[in-house]
């Protein structure tokens, strides 16, 4: 039985943006996980590929920022890939 936590977490945040940017279907996982500072899973696959995506997570960076300031000016819009 987990234990209750009352009120948000840092943890929470993320897996709600790696949620919502994953169902959004715009950014690539690979790019979102790199943001949330994961590391690859396959051990081969992450000492080969040493990028770090900057310029694509930069622009997803702000795209969240942009959804945020959006939230907090009352301009809910959630828009979901089809």
Do not use: C
């Not at 992450?46 to 301009?75: C, H, P």
């Amino acid at each position: 039985m987990a234990a209750a936590i009352a009120g948000p977490t840092a943890h929470g945040f993320r897996a709600t943006g790696s949620s919502l940017l994953n169902e959004e279907g715009r950014w690539p996982p690979d790019i979102i996980e790199h943001a949330l500072a994961h590391k690859d899973r396959d051990a081969v696959r992450a000492i080969y590929n040493r990028t770090t995506y900057w310029k694509a997570r930069a622009e997803m960076i702000q795209a969240w920022s942009d959804r945020m300031d959006a939230l907090r000016d009352g301009e809910f819009i959630l828009r979901l890939a089809a």
